[in-house]
């Protein structure tokens, strides 16, 4: 197998995969302001060749599927604003999430889960909510959807667990995967902008329409935020697909794998700079 073919199978682009029912990236969630300003650069990637179609992968665990996104956008509600604090260290930060009832979800979860990866890396990829599995696990990204990730990482040659931090946007699952409010997105925005100023990250990759639009304050869909450079927290951020999205949706894996080749080549800039 050539290095190509072995790109193909790993990130799961062929023509025998099969989607699956299920619900994802709904947001009609409130949006809450962080202090800094949306920068776009029109910086639309360079065509990287599509890698040659062979058989999908077959994960051993079940897919963590959230809603489907709607026709066309929904203006979401005004939200709270967030409340800030100063900032905690790390292990202080973890122990605050682990044990926050500021809102609601305390009383549905079964666990918080606050991320994974390197505190020290250079990229951070923020998801949406945690599902099922996440909620059971404490970790993000799991199952299906995670090892789909791992592999697109891979890929580029990126290690989870050396290269990149994992954080979403709600530290607590939804119970039943429902759209998270405005007041639980607020409630939980501080843990997130904490996160990212002990990280420090070059390059925030935001995963999935949920994640992209509460970063970015906008109600732009993923065609129009994909191929841009965006700024979060004074950070340069990309869009692209979250995972599950992905496993019901095969084209758009060449997609996200034009994201992840534009996300290498900006980080590569962005270091020598």
């Known amino acids: 197998m050539n290095r190509a073919a072995l790109i193909q199978s790993v990130i799961g682009l062929g023509p025998s995969w099969e989607a699956r029912p299920g619900w994802f ?4 969630a409130a949006l809450s302001r962080p202090p800094e300003t949306l920068v776009e650069t029109d910086m639309v990637p360079e065509e990287c060749p599509a890698p040659p179609r062979e058989d999908a992968i077959t ?4 897919a963590v599927l959230l809603a489907p996104s709607p026709a066309a956008d929904i203006a979401p509600p005004a939200a709270p604003q967030a409340h800030t604090s100063p900032l905690l260290e790390w292990d202080a930060l973890e122990r605050a999430v682990r044990d926050c009832r500021d809102c609601r979800l ?7 889960v606050f991320g994974r990866g390197n505190k020290q890396a250079r990229w951070l990829l923020i998801g949406e909510a ?4 996440e909620d059971r696990q404490g970790q993000p990204f799991v199952g299906r959807a995670g090892q789909l990730l791992d592999n697109m990482l891979s890929a580029t040659g990126l290690d989870r667990d050396r290269d990149v931090y994992i954080a979403n946007v709600l530290k607590c699952r939804p119970p039943g995967n ?30 999935g329409r949920f994640a992209a639009q509460t970063l970015l304050q906008t109600e732009k869909g993923i065609g129009q935020l994909r191929g841009k450079l965006h700024s979060y927290q004074d950070i340069p951020l990309i869009v692209s697909y979250h995972p599950a999205y992905l496993l019901r949706n095969q084209p758009d894996k060449q997609k ?7 996300a290498k080549k900006t980080f590569s800039r962005l270091s020598a700079d």
Do not use: K, M
């Open 106 to 112: 305390c009383q549905t979860r079964t666990q918080t």
């Open 25 to 28: 990236e709904q947001h009609p």
């Open 178 to 207: 429902r759209n998270p409010s405005g007041d639980e997105i607020a409630s939980c925005q501080n843990y997130l902008i904490q996160q990212i100023q002990h990280i420090q990250p070059t390059l925030i990759l935001a995963l």
């Open 130 to 133: 945690p599902g099922e599995q």
């Open 256 to 262: 996200a794998w034009q994201d992840l080749v534009f």
């Open 59 to 62: 994960p051993a665990q079940p």
